[in-house]
């Protein structure tokens, strides 16, 4: 196992021979996928403005899913690669489809899609050669924040480097591989007002191509986060005019959507968005498409994790719901094609759903321009909360946020919370900014929401 | 037939056959280390409907090194129990631990451990391996069937999770642990619909032991059903300020989220702590004692030994009001010159020990439920918890599963899940009253990138001026 290299194709197209071999043996299996994953990873993370530990890791596993009479399923997995170690997957396997109820609603194991797109730029080999005193120069410019008007009080964070290859076999034939690099930078900062009252600021970046980053970017916004956020204000309890800024807009519209469209939500009643589908459930300015062939980003892939193809569609168009994300099992419940979106965090995952890359419609103003035009209203920049996905209804903390005073962002806020039902927010947007920024997968616009109810200590 | 896990590993590993590396270390001008070894199994059951969703089960099993010289740490992970495997991790640990040091703060000494050699096992009454996997899942469709008491109830959704695993950690010291876990999680989400409306509740029960656990928790589906139905009628609740009482697993929340987190000593060294100058000042009202516990065998946070071989303990945090002490690891108590207090503790061996809490309670008062509604003019009785977090400002947000809005006195009408923000130094003086009630919560707390499992609690809480985030 020390000698292996376990980025090597041949080596899992010889093991899958191996598994497939065993697993034929028996009558009872009717079908079986195969997923392995491997991975390298450094990081390093700061403390108190100074590199503090360095850390990484190598690992390799797979994850075995066989199926038999009437949808009975058992799932197993293991990191080890012996022959005893695969026997013993297999063995426990069957146990557990034994002891699996039956499930009807199961048709197929995903199929070999009869095109896949390739896509560019997933890979960067600088990411996979990098060494830890490359990464300490990469990450200089955040210790460069000591040196700013107000010293930081509090300066940490982790840079990570790592390359993952997904490896992916089913008894219908399918067979893909796909090797993939990322590299992120998180920090977080404190500053102290006169008081002594810390006011906090944050900021990351993830790519798949290194110079893609730009730590500066990050490190700055960190500490503007947390400049605005000195001498924070109450507000009154109220209904208020809303600009959200792009990383709201990620956080507080569209992470929620690409949850609530999972169709497993949808199919057992446990999505706000089940009932809505050919329906209006937002303004007509908005648009959502999910692309995964974009180069570069973050989720862009050929094939989603059960090897089938992936394909651009068309969520939200024009204000209807066109579409939910599929996997193979739901599609077959569904009686139609699985669109790609099959996901798994891990080798020993199950099988979930979850989106590419998210793209939201633009709009015709500057987002500055939208600004000037609010009198008295709240700027919400980021919320670390969501919203129950059975009502829609979100309450949260706007975590970071500010007034909006004559058309400027002003004091900063403490203690205001945002209450409204999701679908009512779609419906609010009055208008969209035609800047839009990439945050993690999702390249969104400033919005603006005509009002919510913001709750405040005043 | 054959138990889901009689293949797992036992780590054959001994003190002798670890203390080579102590050599190393020298040579290497390594000041302190320490490897941790797990092997383990894993059951999921997933039922959607009374359906098998998913039915997992697996093996993992591996070790790392953490290694430490002049003010920097590395960490690195193997898989092969063997001397060879041990041997090269330790060199790539060690690189990694120089590398750190080269740009480090500082160098700084970590204080001596004990050198003895300790083990110990988590009790099971009903072994998880005496179960049957067939046995499970029956239990688990009987448990299911429970929630069906109403035609409104129109999906369900199980997920049940047990594992064992044998945990070995030895360190620069001499210092040889060998632990024995285990435990069990089961999580219900019903959903209710009447009229185009639908609602959900979700309950969460477990702790560390056998299958006795799951026995106990049997009514988990007739409460979320209850639950569920009940929700149907909320309404929305309303924004602004609200005198409220928190139910035992809000108050455990809030003590954990809101105030365990900023009396993590790597916080406060770190400067991300409110609580880093108030040292023996009064931060609260007399009535506020908060405790960490890592001695209570019956609960999630249970640590005999932390993941740095220290002894669990229980370690009174705040004490009428003022705060005494915080939660330390090895390096935070050497760097504090203080004693570690056995919260040293690590999601696996993947992972370095962080500072991290154990079961943390608010003691509970004297007061009665009705004694507390009684108090309240305008205000909202709150009940279980969903999630929470708190930024290093001292603001926090944790959500409620549900309320009773209370008039002039009296429980009325119920209202839906919202939001609660407050300031933790503010909201501790604003703590009137205490239930002499009390319970404790399982849960897995995230820091880091982290997640533990741990346990919180306390009684019912009354608190003045609380934000709601209403609609």
């Avoid at chain 1, 209904?239 to 992470?255: M, Q, R």
Wanted: proline share 3%; glycine share 8%; hydrophobic share 35%.
């Amino acid at each position: 196992m020390d000698e292996l290299d376990i980025f090597d194709p041949n080596y899992f197209a010889s093991l899958y021979k191996k598994v497939s071999k065993k697993l034929d043996k028996f009558s009872e299996i009717k079908h079986y996928e195969m997923y392995c994953s491997s991975g390298k990873q450094t990081s390093i993370s700061y403390e108190e403005g100074f590199i503090k530990k360095a850390f990484n890791k190598d690992s390799s596993g797979l994850g075995l899913r066989i199926i038999g009479q009437k949808g009975k399923e058992g799932m197993t997995f293991t990191s080890d690669y012996s022959e005893s170690a695969i026997d013993r997957i297999i063995r426990d396997g069957r146990i557990i489809m034994r002891v699996s109820t039956e499930n009807p609603d199961f048709k197929n194991l995903a199929v070999p899609s009869k095109k896949y797109n390739s896509v560019e730029r997933i890979y960067d080999p600088e990411i996979d050669s990098l060494n830890l005193e490359e990464i300490k120069e990469i990450i200089n410019p955040i210790f460069d924040l000591k040196k700013r008007e107000i010293t930081p009080h509090s300066l940490s964070g982790n840079f990570s480097s790592s390359i993952n290859n997904v490896f992916i076999f089913n008894s219908n034939g399918i067979n893909q591989n796909e090797k993939k690099s990322y590299v992120n930078i998180n920090a977080e900062i404190s500053l102290l007002e006169n008081n002594g009252f810390p006011s906090s600021g944050f900021s990351w970046q993830s790519e798949s191509h290194l110079k893609d980053l730009s730590i500066e970017n990050v490190a700055e916004k960190s500490y503007q986060m947390a400049y605005r956020g000195l001498n924070k204000v109450s507000i009154e309890t109220g209904k208020y005019p809303i600009l959200l800024s792009p990383l709201a807009v990620a956080f507080f519209l569209i992470d929620p959507i690409s949850k609530a469209i999972n169709s497993e939500a949808v199919q057992h009643q446990m999505s706000f968005l089940g009932d809505h589908l050919n329906q209006e459930i937002a303004a007509t300015s908005f648009s959502l498409i999910d692309d995964p062939h974009i180069p570069g980003k973050l989720n862009t892939t050929s094939f989603d994790c059960e090897g089938v193809a992936t394909k651009p569609i068309k969520i939200i168009n024009k204000g209807v719901l066109n579409e939910y994300y599929y996997n193979s099992f739901t599609a077959g419940k569904a009686g139609i094609e699985t669109n790609g979106h099959a996901s798994r965090s891990h080798y020993a995952s199950n099988v979930g759903i979850s989106n590419h890359n998210l793209i939201m419609s633009e709009g015709k103003e500057d987002w500055e321009d939208i600004l000037a035009g609010i009198k008295k209203g709240i700027y919400f920049d980021y919320t670390g909360d969501s919203p129950n996905y059975i009502t829609g209804d979100f309450s949260g903390l706007i975590l970071t946020g500010c007034l909006i005073e004559d058309g400027e962002i002003t004091k900063s806020l403490s203690e205001a919370l945002i209450g409204i039902n999701l679908i009512d927010a779609f419906k609010q947007i009055e208008t969209i900014s035609k800047e839009r920024m990439w945050i993690d997968e999702a390249y969104v616009p400033w919005v603006k929401l005509n009002n919510a109810t913001i709750s405040g200590r005043k | 037939m054959k138990k889901q896990n009689d293949f797992m590993e036992n780590i054959r590993l001994d003190r002798n056959d670890l203390n080579f590396l102590r050599d190393m270390a020298i040579q290497q001008g390594i000041q302190y280390f320490n490897i941790r070894c797990t092997s383990g199994t894993t059951t999921l059951f997933s039922l959607l409907n009374g359906i098998s969703k998913s039915s997992s089960s697996g093996i993992g099993k591996g070790f790392s090194v953490q290694a430490y010289t002049n003010g920097g740490w590395g960490l690195a992970v193997g898989k092969e129990f063997k001397k060879a495997s041990i041997e090269s991790v330790f060199n790539k640990a060690s690189k990694l631990a120089k590398f750190s040091s080269k740009f480090s703060k500082g160098n700084y000494e970590i204080n001596p451990t004990s050198n003895s050699k300790f083990y110990h096992e988590i009790k099971q009454k009903i072994p998880l391996l005496s179960i049957s996997l067939d046995e499970k899942m029956r239990l688990l469709l009987e448990i299911e069937k429970d929630a069906h008491i109403d035609p409104k109830i129109v999906s369900t959704h199980i997920n049940y999770s047990d594992g064992e695993s044998e945990k070995i950690s030895y360190n620069i010291f001499d210092q040889f642990i060998r632990r024995k876990e285990s435990g069990l999680l089961l999580n219900m989400q019903v959903i209710a619909k009447q009229n185009g409306k639908q609602e959900g509740y979700f309950l969460n029960k477990g702790g560390l032991g056998g299958y006795e656990i799951l026995l106990k928790s049997q009514k988990i589906a007739l409460e979320t059903a209850k639950n569920a139905l009940e929700l149907l009628n909320a309404k929305p609740a309303k924004p602004g300020k609200f005198d409220i009482i928190m139910d035992p697993s809000l108050s455990g929340t809030f003590v954990h989220e809101a105030f365990g987190h900023a009396a993590e000593a790597d916080g406060v060294i770190a400067g991300e702590s409110i609580l880093a100058d108030k040292m023996n000042t009064k931060i609260g009202e007399d009535i506020v004692t908060i405790v960490d516990d890592g001695t209570l065998e019956d609960q999630f946070g249970f640590t005999p030994y932390d993941d740095e071989g220290i002894k669990g303990q229980k370690n009174v945090i705040v004490k009428d009001g003022i705060l005494v002490g915080f939660m330390h690891n090895l390096e935070t108590a050497s760097k504090m010159g203080v004693k570690p207090t056995g919260n040293a503790r690590a999601m696996n061996i993947s992972s370095s020990p962080l500072v991290r809490m154990t079961n943390m309670y608010l003691k509970p008062g004297n007061s009665t439920l009705d004694e507390m509604i009684e108090e309240v003019k305008n205000g909202l009785l709150c009940v279980g918890w969903t999630y929470g977090y708190c930024e290093i400002t001292g603001q926090f947000m944790f959500k409620m599963a549900k309320a009773y809005l209370i008039e002039n006195g009296e429980k009325t009408q119920v209202i839906k899940d919202a939001a609660i923000s407050g300031l933790t130094l503010s909201v501790l003086k604003r703590i009137s009253m205490l239930s002499k009630d009390y319970e404790m919560d399982p849960g897995h707390c995230g820091k880091e990138g982290q997640s533990i499992s741990v346990g919180s609690g306390g009684p019912y809480t009354l608190i003045k001026d609380m934000v709601i985030g209403g609609q």
